[in-house]
């Protein structure tokens, strides 16, 4: 199990922070390189910590393991900004397909059922007017 990362005070950010930048600087604490996983498992090799027949799965073990941090990384920002989000009170992109759904679905009825018939005020007004009654 990987180890808990340290609670950091929330610096104040930028109004209009660039997500990417952030989310990439986040990655290199977590995200390794091959060439990296091999240098670690070699330190480990020359300890005696691992025998040399093992580094290979070794490797790929490291590896595999900063994946998985970096996946949780990803979780954990996206979860957050989706809590912002709707703190904030925004729609979500799941909440506009729901809208565009309901949008479209009301206009198909709308279709199928014709050209709305005129009320009752709408008949009364395009009544004719009676001529003037000669005198």
Known sequence: MPPKLPTIPT???????DW???????????ELRRSQARAIVSDLV??????????SAAVDEVIE????????LRKVVQNEVQRQ???????????????ERRLTR????????????KTASAKKKAAPKSAPKAG
């Open 11 to 17: 610096p104040t950010m930028p109004a209009n922070p």
């Open 20 to 30: 990417q930048r952030v989310l990439e600087t986040g990655m290199q604490f977590t």
């Open 46 to 55: 020359a300890q005696g910590r691992l025998g040399r027949d093992q580094m």
């Open 65 to 72: 393991i900063s994946r998985r941090r970096s996946d949780d």
């Open 85 to 99: 989000l709707g703190a904030l009170g925004l729609a979500t992109r799941s909440d506009l397909n729901a809208l």
């Open 106 to 117: 009301a206009n198909r009825e709308a279709k199928k059922a014709g050209p709305a018939k």
